[in-house]
């Protein structure tokens, strides 16, 4: 009923192409922002920072950057696991070579430098396609996470191998470190996200992301009409590696403060951003955030029914929801392949018309 | 000779042995691409399913017995019977061909004209379904794998090829399990190329292979190949866990074996059967002679990655793999 566009007079073409050309979308969209950043912070505290919003933040910047390469783009990547450990171990690296720089500077230095590595392993795309690239990005993930445990100069010599972050400051609020509050890790992610997913929205529906799409619908056809293969490819390996390294320093610094490489940022970690992504939605920005928050919520609401309210043992909890991830999967493939975006799309053609369907 | 080229030797033949295993995983990606044109993901925790299947119903484990004990609050664990090897095997195959109707019938069905892409994703999830499945059906623990295989260091060859080097040099040391694995997969590549050019069922998975709408427009049944495709990927799935699990154990790292297979089928191509074979020959003795000659200069573990670096700079030039079909792009 309110979810119309008539009466919603455009009357320039910047109102004519804005991102959400319905009001209500709009009323919808700040609301969610006011939220955000209005609400959430004051009553947000350890547990629902750290086992939901946090992880959820960070995975839906990592989500966002695959989405790029994979569902705007069309390049598989594995290697996403291995391209945030880069990005975390950059960040560490200028964290302790540069201790009086903001720690925003040190983020996004960190998602540049990704953003290069990305190219480097982005070049064999011009060759490979399909599943043969899916798996020649295996090599970057294997690749960079044997680097990282065997070279000592990327964890500063550090006995344990592990990286651990110092505590850096915003504005003199500590926002990395073990005196971090909760709302400080919060909005630090929430700043970055939306400040990204604006970035991700606007360059997809620009030229760059329209080269982009042409690429991933027919590359052959796309090269034919003009679409340069090498500069949209490699662009969407910069741009895609360049959020995912930002996930990645995000994650290590705010997130866990300590690293592994090999279990922080090892191959389950590729899947599950991949599975994020398909979930939420290939080619969405909307998705990508709706797949994060879905595959982040999913264990910790399993955890709880079935550790807390049915008493199993966590084993059998962990072994149990590994099954229901995969069952998800399966079933999310054969009863929307679009995602829960393509789910949310219907939803909103059937509101549109609702309550006068016919 | 110098005691070091021989030590080189011994390390190639250890690699072309280890190969062989990957060529194993290999084999069985290679004929589910070829009959249906999926990558299927899901081929080492196939694996490791079978594995796992084979070892519980040797020792006669309840299956779910963790499950039902959580619910039930029981206690039970083991039946108290051990099956002969032999029976548990042939039960184990069983299994895997109900598993093949069932994925068959709940999954392929569904995503039949699919794009390849959402047919991968599939299969991640079928393995990340199976892997727990696996886990709770019969523990996570890892259990040592006894079907009679024999194992250790070959005495024979050790004591034959001693004369070879000078006074520090005892032989080459190799497995007996490698050498059996060996003969295993060429007895299992030699039957299933036999069982492909010359069985009406393995002429009806090549013209699928070739074409899906002509052959369904010939009358063959579809579904009915995918189950025997199905079945008999998890027969060699049966296999490679077979000879991975009485090597080292049935355990999780057994479903990354078939990360390993990935670079081996990059190399032979998708499509090839014997490219299966050279390229995890190639990528074992690569990824050994690389760990025995470069490796200790940069700190050791290089087997994680060779194998998918050599792939990638391989691909690089060859892009459709040694034995691929050549790739044909139209508009």
Redesign the interface.
């Known amino acids: 009923m309110f979810y119309r566009e008539a009466g919603d007079f455009k009357t320039s073409y910047g109102e004519d192409s804005q991102t959400f050309p319905i009001k209500f979308d709009r009323v919808r969209y700040y609301t969610v922002l006011v939220v955000a950043f209005g609400i959430i912070p004051f009553v947000i505290n350890d547990y629902w920072a750290n086992a939901v919003f946090v992880p959820f933040l960070i995975y839906a910047i990592a989500a966002i950057g695959l989405n790029i390469l994979t569902g705007y783009c069309g390049q598989v990547s594995l290697g996403t696991g291995g391209f945030m450990a880069v990005g975390a171990y950059a960040c560490y690296k200028l964290m302790t070579a540069f201790p009086d720089v903001n720690i925003v500077f040190h983020v996004i230095g960190a998602g540049l430098i990704t953003a290069g590595v990305g190219v480097l392993f982005g070049l064999p795309s011009l060759r490979i396609k399909g599943f043969y690239l899916a798996v020649a990005t295996l090599a970057a993930q294997f690749f960079l996470v044997w680097l990282f445990n065997k070279v000592p100069w990327f964890y500063n010599y550090s006995a344990s191998g592990q990286i651990s972050a110092p505590e850096r400051t915003i504005l003199s609020i500590p926002v990395t470190g073990p005196n971090t509050d909760a709302w400080a890790k919060y909005m630090i992610c929430l700043i970055f996200v939306v400040v990204l997913a604006w970035i991700a929205r606007n360059l997809t529906r620009g030229t760059i992301g329209r080269s982009w799409m042409a690429i991933r619908d027919m590359d052959i056809a796309a090269e034919i009409i003009g679409v340069n293969p090498l500069k949209a490819k490699l662009t969407a390996f910069a741009v895609s590696s360049f959020f995912v390294g930002i996930a990645g320093a995000l994650f290590f610094s705010v997130y866990l403060g300590a690293v592994e490489v090999g279990e922080a940022f090892g191959i389950q970690k590729s899947f599950l951003i991949l599975f994020m992504v398909i979930i939420g939605g290939l080619g969405s920005i909307f998705g990508s955030l709706a797949g994060a928050a879905f595959l982040v919520l999913l264990p910790v609401l399993l955890k709880n029914v079935l550790v807390g309210a049915l008493g199993w043992p966590t084993d059998l909890a962990a072994h149990l929801e590994l099954m229901i991830v995969g069952a998800l999967i399966i079933i999310f493939l054969i009863a929307e392949p679009h995602g829960l975006a393509q789910l949310w799309r219907v939803a909103k053609e059937k509101l549109r018309l609702w309550p006068f369907p016919h | 000779m110098t005691d070091q080229f021989l030590y080189a030797v011994e390390v190639m033949i250890n690699g072309l042995m280890a190969g062989v295993l990957y060529a194993l995983v290999a084999l069985g990606f290679v004929l589910i691409f070829k009959a249906s044109g999926i990558?299927n993901y899901a081929q080492g925790v196939l694996a490791l399913f079978a594995a796992l299947t084979l070892v519980g119903l040797q020792q006669g484990q309840i299956p779910f017995a963790?499950?039902i004990n959580?619910?039930l609050g029981t206690e039970v664990t083991h039946f108290g019977w051990h099956l002969p090897a032999a029976v548990a095997i042939v039960l184990t195959i069983g299994v895997m061909i109900v598993l093949a109707i069932l994925i068959e019938r709940?999954?392929l069905k569904?995503?039949v004209n699919?794009?390849?892409?959402?047919l991968?994703?599939?299969t991640?999830?079928?393995?990340?379904?199976?892997?727990?499945?696996g886990?709770?059906m019969w523990g996570?623990d890892i259990k040592t794998m006894d079907v009679g295989l024999p194992q250790g260091a070959s005495v024979w060859i050790e004591d034959n090829s001693a004369w070879l080097g000078g006074d520090g040099f005892y032989g080459f040391f190799v497995d007996k399990l490698d050498i059996v694995a060996a003969l295993v997969a060429a007895v299992l590549v030699i039957s299933l190329m036999i069982f492909s050019q010359y069985s009406k069922q393995g002429r009806a998975l090549r013209a699928v292979a070739d074409d899906h709408q002509a052959a369904l427009s010939v009358g063959i049944s579809l579904r009915f190949i995918w189950v025997l495709v199905w079945s008999i990927a998890g027969f060699v799935a049966l296999v490679a866990g077979i000879m991975w699990g009485t090597k080292s154990g049935v355990q999780f790292s057994l479903s990354l074996i078939a990360?390993k297979a990935?670079?081996v089928?990059?190399l032979g191509g998708?499509t090839s059967i014997p490219g299966a074979i050279v390229g995890g020959l190639i990528i074992g003795v690569g990824e050994k002679l690389f760990e025995f000659t470069i490796g200790p200069m940069?700190?050791?573990?290089?087997e994680?990655?060779f194998a998918?670096?050599l792939?990638?700079v391989f691909?690089?030039f060859r892009?459709q793999?040694l034995f691929g079909e050549k790739i044909i792009?139209?508009?």
């Open positions: 990558f963790h499950l959580a619910v709940f999954i569904h995503l699919q794009e390849p892409i959402i991968f994703m599939a991640i999830g079928l393995a990340y379904f199976l892997e727990g499945l886990d709770i996570s990360l990935l670079p089928l990059m998708f940069v700190g050791g573990a290089t994680n990655w998918y670096v792939a990638l691909l690089v892009p793999g792009e139209r508009v």
